[in-house]
């Protein structure tokens, strides 16, 4: 029931991936006198949807704590709950992220030894798998060394699972890739990512900045969630203007809009590239659960591909293995620095024993 255009467009974007997905069942929530109608009208919905009854509704105005004390009888709290219950192996919204992500940790819960969670999205870059990942853009502003350390395993896993990459490059976001720059905690979440990379399952390629972003340095970006969102915000507004210049370039005489009928094979794909839609949705990432959130203003397009990456990390059991990996390096922030690095576990790289999937 979330989002600018309302449920008209979660339904249509529902339908356009039912098509590509045979096997997958969905439950809806929100009101059935509202669902129903728009259901019926989808063929590639029937007999796929349940829809759980749900009258009230969260809005984008709703605070945080105020949904968390009297939300119990909306649609997002009932999403949240078919997760918990087990009927549902991931929750998406287009809603209000303050109260989706004060909701899912009230009914997931925070995985042990996670203090904070964190979104984890998908950025355009000039790597083989397309994608970096970077995390966190918004779910907390605060993150010290420990926080940072649990971003670089939760993205790891994320980067492993959702990408295929057996052992994900993270670099750690500062204003230089100089070890004696940056802040306190940064330079301690330096150490701990350092000392953590064997049995974290991934290479840690030092400080990074924000142009290696979209660049091929890394695969997965960390940072804290004020400096995640403003680079967010930034390369969306970007993105946007230069659309906008293209278009005005294009415009400015015959000959130019003859370029661009030319040019419009290239065009095409070059906005299928960098199309936000087709990675649309931030996994929460370090809860009880599957949790992702699409743009409030997604169309059709943009609520297929968040229903899709729900799927896909459904598909692999990602709840499960990320809490795995979490649990097992748990403690790598307390070990001491002159530790020896210790024995490989399995799944931790590329020759993990038949029968046995990395986490």
């Known amino acids: 029931m979330g989002g600018d255009a309302g449920p008209s467009v979660v339904v249509a974007g529902l339908a356009k991936f039912a098509q590509t997905a045979p096997d997958a069942s969905f439950i809806l929530h929100g009101p059935r006198g509202v669902l129903e109608p728009l259901v019926e009208r989808r063929r590639s919905l029937s007999g796929r949807v349940e829809i759980a009854d749900a009258a009230d509704v969260v809005t984008m105005e709703d605070k945080p704590s105020h949904v968390m004390r009297h939300g119990k009888g909306t649609s997002m709290w009932s999403t949240l709950d078919a997760v918990t219950d087990g009927r549902a192996v991931a929750a998406v919204s287009c809603g209000n992220t303050g109260a989706l992500m004060a909701l899912s940790m009230l009914r997931l819960r925070r995985l042990p030894g996670v203090a904070r969670p964190a979104i984890a999205i998908l950025w355009p870059s000039r ?87 979209p660049g091929d340095l890394c695969d997965v970006i960390v ?36 370029a661009s009928l030319l040019a419009l094979t290239s065009l095409k794909r070059l906005k299928k590239r960098i199309d936000p839609r087709r990675v649309n949705g931030g996994v929460f990432l370090g809860l009880n659960g599957t949790v992702v959130k699409s743009h409030g203003g997604a169309d059709e397009t943009g609520v297929a591909a968040a229903v899709g990456l ?9 709840a499960e293995k990320l809490a795995a990996r979490v649990a097992s390096v ?26 046995q999937a990395p986490l």
């Not at 922030?333 to 590329?350: C, F, L, R, T």
């Open 127 to 213: 790597n083989p798998q397309g994608f970096n990942v970077m995390l966190d853009v918004g779910a907390d502003i605060r993150a010290d060394a420990s926080d940072l350390l649990q971003y670089a395993l939760m993205g790891a896993s994320y980067a492993r699972n959702g990408m295929a990459l057996s052992r994900p490059r993270v670099g750690l976001l500062n204003v230089g890739i100089e070890e004696h720059k940056g802040r306190a905690e940064l330079k301690e979440a330096y150490d701990l990512m350092a000392r953590a990379a064997d049995k974290g399952g991934f290479h840690f390629v030092g400080f990074v900045e924000g142009g290696d972003i």
């Open 223 to 258: 940072t804290d969630g004020f400096t995640g969102n403003v680079a967010l915000k930034t390369g969306e507004g970007t993105a946007s203007l230069i659309g906008d210049l293209l278009r005005e370039a294009f415009k400015f005489s015959p000959l130019s809009r003859l």
């Open 310 to 318: 729900a799927y896909r990390l459904g598909q692999t059991g990602f």
């Open 330 to 355: 748990a403690a790598l922030a307390q070990d001491a620095p002159e530790q020896a690095g210790p024995a490989e576990e399995p799944g931790a790289g590329p020759e993990h024993s038949e029968g």
